[in-house]
């Protein structure tokens, strides 16, 4: 299966490592992983030096249509079987 994973936060904590243990774990079973995360995201430069794949939106707020459109574009280009979401912001979305 294909699986993207969605994180909105800047941060790097427990939710943010859990997210990149489970890409891993999911990866490592031979499923196809992909993160979309901010730009500035540390979660992107980790999953980068993991060897994950990862793509970046603005996702700027729950509210914001331009990253509703975008992510919509992103999913329709790209074989989605699942999509996980792991933040408010991002699940909104």
């Known amino acids: 299966m294909h699986i993207l994973h969605t994180e909105w936060s800047d941060g790097w904590g427990g939710q943010e490592h859990r997210v990149l243990n489970e890409m891993k774990g ?4 031979g499923h196809a992983i992909t993160l979309v995360t901010r730009p500035q995201c540390r979660i ?13 939106l603005p996702l700027r707020r729950a509210t914001d249509l331009g990253s509703l459109a975008t992510l919509r574009r992103f999913l329709r280009r790209h074989a989605v079987d699942v999509v996980n979401t792991h933040s408010g912001v991002d699940s909104w979305i």
């Open 44 to 56: 992107r430069s980790e999953a980068e030096k993991a060897g994950l794949r990862v793509a970046t």
């Open 26 to 29: 999911l990866a490592a079973r």
